[in-house]
């Protein structure tokens, strides 16, 4: 069956250290795959967009890589803040079908 | 300003008594959607529309209908609605990008509905 996972529900780590969470997916094969932060009681904000033939993409403290071999991937804050507390999702275009996102990884960064 | 409205913001009513959240967008996407949350089940999609007149089932259709009509407007009709239906409503927007697939989606705020 397919499915789509994010590494852990919760996760804590100290401010300034670097945050990484998993996006594992299993029978799609998504053309592209999406990174969004939500706060509670909010719509998801869109962070990143990689595509299935980049390996890695950049926008300022975030990095997400894309690994369709091993239908992984990896969403990364370096120096993390506490206002990057948030849940994370991430979300597979199944290209001309429907987009099914994870079920989020709620990150909290201790001061 | 771009952005995805809907509304209501919040709506409490009974079972069995029709309603629509509307949803609209000011940024000429073509691609529209519909997300209902939930916890523990995440965020999944309802129906999703390509452009206008086009509509296609997502995860979770059943008890709910869309129209895409217009290009800026795609709102959700629960028929006849069920204490099941009871969640967090997102609608989303996106432009395509050449080729194939989806842009950045921008979220509506959120309808809270309650079905009592």
């Known amino acids: 069956s397919q499915k789509i996972e994010q590494n852990s529900e919760a996760l804590n780590i100290q401010e300034g250290k670097t945050a990484t969470l998993t996006c594992n997916y299993t029978?799609?094969?998504?053309?592209?795959l999406q990174w969004y932060r939500q706060d509670p009681g909010r719509g998801p904000v869109f962070l990143l967009l990689i595509r299935e033939n980049e390996k890695e993409k950049r926008k300022e403290r975030l990095k997400v890589t894309f690994d369709t071999t091993l239908k992984q991937s990896l969403f990364h804050i370096t120096a993390s803040q506490p206002a990057d507390s948030a849940t994370y999702l991430c979300a597979l275009d199944r290209v001309g079908q429907n987009f099914v996102f994870g079920p989020g990884t709620r990150l909290s960064v201790l001061p | 300003e771009a952005q995805v409205t809907q509304n209501p913001r919040y709506l409490i009513t009974v079972t069995g008594k029709k309603l629509t959240v509307t949803c609209s967008q000011n940024?000429?996407?073509?691609?529209m959607s519909w997300y209902r949350q939930d916890p523990g089940l995440g965020l999944r999609q309802i129906y999703y529309?390509?452009?206008?007149?086009?509509?296609d089932k997502g995860d979770v259709p059943e008890g709910y209908k869309v129209s895409r009509k217009e290009k800026r407007n795609f709102p959700l009709i629960l028929e006849s609605p069920s204490p099941n239906q009871t969640s967090l409503y997102f609608c989303a927007s996106s432009s395509r990008l050449a080729g194939r697939g989806t842009d950045t989606q921008y979220f509506g705020p959120g309808t809270r509905l309650t079905v009592l």
């Open positions: 529309s390509m452009n206008v007149e086009v509509t």
């Open positions: 940024m000429n996407h073509e691609y």
């Open positions: 029978n799609y094969s998504p053309a592209y």
